[in-house]
């Protein structure tokens, strides 16, 4: 089917052979009429087929990729006819062929051919600004803006947006400050200029812009929310001020009170925040730009019956993304001890950031179930589309197997997936820990001396590597040392000083040892490291304390290896 832009040529050599070719008032009856007749059919027959072709020739060079010769067959094919609709598109073509000054030069012709044509001057306009032009755009827009003065607020606003593409932002302001300037008893003429400086960085000009737009229309809710985005980058309390103030008087600003909210949150003004939530849902009960933000912030505070309630809701509107939905019910599910309906909403999460997390959930779930064949399946049938995620499977089902007491094959699942990705930090990592699950230190050694030569800072890899010797009452000064410098880079890490204060045990340094456990336990009440602190109260005689923490610890953590050990050493 001929395009659009053949059958406008087609439309005008039609044009050119019946109509506007009567016989001219001074024309000499020299021939007979017939004669003459039929030597202009002749010669509109071949004008006719030459704009065809030539037609034809544009386009067909644009579907076969040639955007030169397309561009060469219209630009001819315009200045001749100088027919606008012909004009349009050999501009058109000119710019998909890049070929700008050739575009700019048939928007001229464009323009002097229909100078009333908005679209002329438009595409005129764009092409400066493609161009980076500007000196020449100025009148090009004032001329735009006077010509619809109906739409006077809205062009204005349009036009940084039409200057997105131009990279430098100071000239780009400048321009809109003059084009701007003659009107600035509107509101939107001020945005324009705040926008503008906004871009340039000018944040003081662009603030003091803001405010101008917001004293001529004061319940304007963009503006609002554009001075409280640019007070923001100063001071949080600042933006919530201002906006607090605009919600009071305008009650109805749904989108300003749902910034102030979140601003609220990231202040960790929480109650607060909750306020206005509740008012959002109140006036807007099934948004779901308001109901989710209301589900994580009740989630956050603990609160899971709202949370749940908001999120089920989501659930019943247009949220697009309704796996994220399911990923949180689940994960309360999870929680709150309900297996099967946890497993049924991570089978619905079919896609998104949450799919292999709930794809690793639901295989842990039907772990505990006793189903672990069927739970390495399901990690087997999920295709992770990114290197991340394959590792992320990896990782989910080495995990499995370890729970399952099936280290050796946890290993294996990670050796192999070395094969392909040797310098991988987190596959070498976890091959490491697991080597020494299955009593194979030195291959712990060589996993993660191969993870420390790519990230020497690496704070888990020194941990790991350090704790082993130190475990193995080996190399202590070394251990020592690389649990120094992990713990250099992660100082409020309970587990790297657990770490720390083994190997200052191991080297008979108890006091200092006792100190940096009994600090690591307050952090964190980790069996492991109540075992190592029982141990050393007890070394240190004071075994009342020790058998105090080791039984608190069982109690709290029935299934754990070590502590069980330090258990059944102890309190036989």
């Known amino acids: 089917m001929p395009s659009k832009f053949i059958v406008a040529a087609l439309s005008l050599a039609l044009g050119l052979t019946h109509g506007g070719y009567g016989l001219a008032a001074d024309e000499p009856p020299a021939k007979p009429i017939a004669k003459r007749l039929a030597a202009r059919a002749a010669s509109s027959e071949d004008l006719l087929a030459r704009t065809v072709f030539q037609a034809l020739v544009g386009e067909f060079a644009l579907q076969r990729g040639d955007a030169k010769l397309g561009s060469d067959a219209w630009t001819d094919l315009a200045q001749r006819t100088r027919d606008p609709k012909v004009i ?47 000196e020449d755009l100025a009148p090009q827009l004032t001329a735009l803006l006077e010509q619809d003065k109906a739409n006077l607020g809205s062009n204005l606003l349009h036009m940084n947006r039409m200057l997105t593409r131009v990279s430098d932002k100071k000239a780009a302001q400048a321009l809109i400050d003059r084009i701007a300037a003659p009107y600035d008893s509107l509101p939107e003429a001020h945005f324009a200029m705040a926008q503008a400086a906004s871009n340039a960085n000018d944040n003081l000009r662009a603030l003091n812009e803001t405010e101008k737009a917001l004293q001529l229309r004061p319940d304007w809710e963009m503006a609002a929310l554009a001075r409280a985005q640019l007070q923001a980058r100063q001071s ?15 009650a109805a600003a749904r989108d300003a009170r749902l910034t102030l909210a979140r601003l609220l949150i990231a202040e960790k003004r929480y109650s607060e925040a909750r306020q206005h939530f509740d008012r959002l849902i109140k006036d807007n009960p099934d948004s779901p730009e308001v109901i989710y933000p209301v589900a994580m912030l009740a989630l956050q505070q603990g609160d899971t019956t709202t949370g749940r309630k908001q999120l089920e809701h989501l659930l019943s509107t247009d949220f697009p993304d309704k796996s994220t939905i399911h990923f949180f019910l689940g994960q309360l599910d999870q929680e709150q001890k309900k297996p099967e309906m946890a497993l049924e909403h991570f089978r619905q999460v079919t896609g998104g950031e949450q799919y292999i997390a709930a794809r690793s959930r639901a295989a842990q779930i039907l772990l505990q179930q006793g189903k672990s064949e069927e739970a390495r399946e399901l990690l087997h049938n999920t295709r992770g589309g990114t290197v991340a995620e394959r590792t992320q499977l990896t990782l989910a089902e080495s995990q499995l197997l370890r729970e399952a007491g099936r280290h050796n094959d946890a290993y294996i699942v990670l050796d192999s997936a070395l094969s392909t990705q040797p310098d991988n930090p987190e596959l070498l990592y976890e091959a490491g820990l697991t080597a020494e699950r299955i009593g194979k230190p030195e291959l712990l050694e060589t996993h993660i001396k191969h993870l420390l030569a790519i990230k020497p800072d690496h704070a888990h890899a020194l941990n790991a590597l350090g704790y082993s010797w130190a475990e193995r009452n080996v190399r202590l000064p070394e251990a020592h040392d690389l649990i120094a410098k992990a713990l250099s880079l992660a100082p409020e890490d309970p587990f790297i000083m657990d770490s720390m204060g083994w190997v200052l045990y191991r080297q008979g340094k108890l006091a200092e040892a006792l100190q940096t456990l009994e600090r690591a336990y307050k952090i964190k009440a980790d069996p492991e490291i109540a075992a190592h602190l029982g141990e050393i109260l007890w070394t240190l005689d004071r075994k009342d304390e020790a058998r105090r923490i080791l039984k608190e610890a069982a109690k709290a953590n029935p299934d754990n290896e070590v502590l069980a050990g330090a258990v059944k050493k102890y309190l036989p």
């Open 88 to 134: 349009a598109r050999a501009t058109e073509v000119a710019g998909f062929a890049r070929q700008y000054d050739r575009a700019l030069e048939l928007s001229k012709l464009w323009i002097e051919v229909e100078p009333n044509s908005t679209q002329a001057k438009q595409t005129q306009s764009s092409l400066l600004v493609m161009t980076n032009r500007l």
């Open 236 to 250: 949080g309390k600042t933006a919530i001020d201002s906006l607090s103030e605009f919600v009071s008087n305008n």
